[in-house]
């Protein structure tokens, strides 16, 4: 009879990000949620070695249009440095709504044999479904962005035809 195998364990950073910062004065709000649903998560695989880490990796008001974020430089610096073997985000979107970035992002992650779990989706990227249904998911996520991006635009746009002062100089 073989010796039972203990699960390795699984380091696990949480990532969370709102883009404004509207209501993160409040006791619970989105950054709060998205944290419980992390922490969840991981206490559901704690049978396979799953481990939350300390230190939360947060970004409340920024956009998740680029990587200039302290909260996530601070986690790809954790993750350069070995502390992490898991990215763990309420959704995808969180981490980026680029696809370039998520391109970079993915890259130095597997590099470093980190995979990324949404709480929300069916992703795990160590699988070839997963990896799928990532960059799948990033196009979707990319393409709200560009149009909410037109809409602003074109209500600007609108707004100076009829006359209406839209801020600035």
Not at 112 to 133: F, H
């Amino acid at each position: 009879m073989s010796p039972v195998r203990l699960p390795t364990t699984r380091r696990c950073a949480m990532y969370c990000r709102k883009s404004s910062d509207e209501g993160l004065e409040q006791t619970f709000n989105s950054l709060a949620s998205q944290r419980e649903c992390a922490r969840a998560l991981i206490q559901s695989r704690r049978g396979e070695g799953w481990t939350a880490l300390e230190e939360v990796f947060e970004d409340g008001g920024y956009s998740g249009g680029n990587t200039d974020r302290p909260g996530l430089q601070q986690l790809l610096q954790r993750i350069d440095e070995g502390g992490v073997d898991v990215v763990v985000v309420y959704r995808l979107d969180r981490l980026t709504r680029s696809i370039a970035d998520f391109g970079r992002l993915f890259e130095r992650l597997q590099a470093k044999r980190v995979d990324i779990v949404s709480t929300t989706e069916s992703l795990d990227t160590s699988t070839a479904p997963g990896r799928l249904m990532v960059h799948l998911l990033l196009s979707f996520a990319q393409y709200e962005r560009e149009l909410a991006s037109e809409r602003t635009r074109d209500k600007i746009a609108a707004s100076k035809a009829k006359g209406m002062w839209m801020g600035g100089n």
